[in-house]
């Protein structure tokens, strides 16, 4: 394998388990989210921004088919995963 294309399987790894335990935490911090301040939740906010973007390079990253078989089953966990967490993260950005 040459170093660009482990580079990029090292990139979407990372970006799996980033993201990953980004979307995992959700439920825990929405259970927190009545004792947070404003400050807290604005940083948040902002930083979730940051999550969306790296989710949407993963997703370019699968449509242009650069997965290897295991990273295409742990990507489909994922987006299984924001599917069910959208709604916690929806409620958390309108509050």
């Not at 948040?44 to 997965?67: C, H, N, V």
Request: proline fraction near 3%; hydrophobic fraction near 45%; charged fraction near 30%.
């Amino acid at each position: 394998m040459d170093q660009v294309a482990s580079d990029l399987e090292a990139r979407i790894d990372y970006l799996l388990d980033y993201l990953m335990a980004r979307w995992h935490e959700l439920p825990e911090i929405a259970g927190q989210w009545d004792s947070w301040d404003s400050v807290a939740r604005e940083v948040f906010d902002l930083e979730w921004t940051l999550k969306e973007e790296r989710l949407d390079e993963l997703d370019r990253l699968a449509t242009s088919l650069q997965f290897t078989p295991l990273q295409t089953t742990r990507y489909a966990h994922l987006k299984k995963m924001v599917a069910l967490n959208q709604p916690v993260l929806n409620r958390l950005l309108t509050s």
